[in-house]
């Protein structure tokens, strides 16, 4: 059994090593030594997880539910939690300063656990365990194991109904109440998916390989197909490069979907190769699709399990793909009578709908447009060039089928004809095109040249701040991000628009918080009210329609260009301009 707190200082330590090499020297040693039921969940928290990516499953606790419990185990208000965690920028070290102090009193709550529940308040006081002072508080470490930590939170996340609030604050409760604060620091952490010390999935990865003497391409391969390293680390110490040889793409279980670099200009993309592969990039929402026999599963870009808001797509996908199994790659896009695109809020408004389902698959239509195929009848595709993975998704898919379509691809060596089916796809209100190498094969998860989009460069607008949040981690202290409005002169109002915390470098992020510090009116939390007197000016790939904002409208992937000092309030983009852009972003693209 491997105890919660030789994962504690495994990530103490690792937090003060500045080098990847090194970090994978110290994960690989952990792995090595780890128990084998411990083995799959470390490398899952070590990256600040509870699922692997491939379940899309979160544990979806709320920061208050955590100052619920975090503040029954210290036995301080939420309040003075709120007030820890302004002056520490991170909710760790909030844990670890509530839980220490020797003034407060601690309950281990294990009489929860171990007798029934009576519907009482548990939160109380010391329990015969739990002592004030610093001795008692440090002699709960080496309590919980790895093991225990894990199905505690994954309890948090699984647990719903009536009282599902009470008992995740309750589970919480327990797990700190039971923890030294050292380790508490880290289960918050990773309680609200900010563990945040430098471990991602390369140095899991290379961990993985160090640590079973296996291949690291090998390693690599198998977590493409698998989408869990933790399975691979078992795999690894299991069978080693034979077990990792044998993984395969499995129906029902995604894999991250390949990714595209932006490219600056078509003749860029030809510069790369001789040939390229030219297809639309439409206007919609990513969705990877899993025909089973008779049983169809659909995912959304994160990977979240859509199948229950897109009961037409389900049966588009039976009457129209031959293949008995097939994983698919492709975009959904809203259409309407006529088979026009809409405006893409719609086709999120379908992937987000919970109830009433038929009737708003009846008045917002999907089409799915098919590029790319991964699996079919039992044979993997994803390292065969993506020529022969078109050939055999165009054979699998009944031409003419209402709903879905496999996407014309045109491989040419002339810019020229890339040039006029870029124009194309803008014309019908599409993002731009993908320009793909032929003989690229799918690499999920993976961003290269193998594919790259253009798309138009981004329009503009000043706007002014009204509000921003603080940050956390290395922004702690700072205004991480901006609240946005432009100005409606028929109301004489300012009106959201959104938010922008991309685009700032950490040195303006300085500058920009003393600039702010005299302007903020109000805080609630993390959250601040900012008097409306510096303008920004704001990139953005375009304008949509949001009943999120009360302008209307917001600003798809927005970025700070600069501060215009030189611009008063007064002088900032209204409402009538956005309104216009709006109508005319497709005629100026």
């Not at 391969?221 to 080693?240: E, H, P």
Request: net charge negative.
């Amino acid at each position: 059994m491997t105890q919660f707190s030789e994962f504690t200082d495994l990530c103490v330590k690792i937090e003060s090593i500045p080098g990847s090499l090194e970090m994978t020297d110290v994960f690989a040693a952990f792995l090595k030594e780890a128990d084998e039921d411990e083995l799959a969940v470390s490398c899952y928290m070590i990256m600040g997880e509870i699922f692997p990516p491939w379940t899309g499953k979160k544990l979806g606790l709320g920061p208050n539910l955590l100052y619920a419990a975090l503040s029954k185990a210290a036995g301080i208000s939420p309040e003075k939690i709120q007030t820890l965690l302004r002056q520490t920028g991170d909710i760790g070290e909030t844990t670890y300063q509530a839980l220490r102090d020797e003034n407060n009193s601690q309950s281990t709550f294990s009489s929860f656990f171990t007798s029934a529940d009576d519907g009482s308040d548990d939160g109380g006081g010391a329990g015969a365990n739990g002592g004030a002072g610093a001795g008692g508080v440090s002699s709960k470490r080496g309590r919980l194991s790895v093991r225990e930590v894990y199905d505690r939170l994954k309890e948090i996340a699984d647990v719903s109904g009536k009282g599902a609030q009470s008992q995740k604050i309750k589970t919480l409760q327990f797990l700190f109440s039971e923890s030294s604060p050292e380790e508490a620091k880290y289960i918050s952490r990773i309680a609200l998916e900010e563990l945040r010390i430098g471990v991602g999935e390369g140095i899991v990865r290379d961990s993985i390989s160090k640590a079973f003497g296996v291949p690291v391409d090998l390693v690599e391969f198998a977590y493409m197909v698998t989408n869990d390293l933790g399975k691979v680390a078992a795999a690894s110490r299991a069978g080693g490069a034979d077990a990792l040889e044998m993984q395969r793409i499995q129906i029902d279980r995604p894999v991250k979907m390949m990714l595209a670099q932006v490219t600056n200009s078509i003749e860029a993309a030809f510069a790369e190769q001789s040939e390229v592969a030219v297809e639309w990039k439409f206007d919609g929402a990513r969705l990877q699709i899993h025909k089973n026999g008779d049983s169809v599963r659909l995912y959304s870009r994160r990977l979240e399990d859509v199948t229950g808001s897109l009961p037409d797509v389900v049966q588009t996908v039976l009457a129209s793909v031959t293949a008995t199994d097939a994983v698919l790659d492709g975009e959904a896009i809203a259409v309407d009578e006529n088979g026009g695109l809409r405006p893409f809020q719609d086709i999120l408004r379908r992937f987000r709908r919970k109830y009433d389902v038929e009737t708003t698959s009846h008045n917002i239509p999907i089409h799915v447009n098919l590029f790319d195929l991964l699996y079919a009848d039992g044979e993997s595709f994803i390292e065969k060039p993506l020529t022969a993975r078109r050939e055999k998704l165009s054979s699998i898919v009944k031409t003419g089928s209402k709903g879905i379509s496999v996407d014309d691809l045109t491989i040419t060596n002339d810019p020229e004809k890339a040039a006029e089916i870029y124009s194309a796809a803008l014309n019908a209100g599409h993002e731009g095109i993908m320009l793909k190498n032929p003989s690229s094969p799918y690499s999920p998860g993976k961003r290269g040249k193998n594919w790259l989009k253009k798309k138009p460069v981004m329009d503009t607008l000043d706007l002014v701040v009204i509000g921003g949040e603080w940050g956390s981690g290395k922004r702690k202290n700072k205004i991480g991000s901006y609240v946005l409005a432009c100005y409606d002169d028929v109301r004489n109002v300012s009106l959201e628009i959104g938010r922008v915390g991309t685009g700032i470098s950490d040195e303006l992020l300085d500058s920009l918080t003393e600039q702010f510090s005299g302007l903020i009116e109000a805080e609630d939390g993390v959250m601040i009210k900012i008097k409306p007197e510096i303008v920004f000016e704001i990139a953005f790939e375009e304008i949509q329609k949001s009943p999120n904002y009360p302008a209307g409208y917001a600003l798809r992937f927005p970025r700070l260009v600069r501060v215009r000092d030189d611009k008063t309030v007064e002088e900032i983009d209204t409402l009538e301009k956005v309104e216009r852009m709006y109508q005319g972003q497709k005629e100026t693209s």
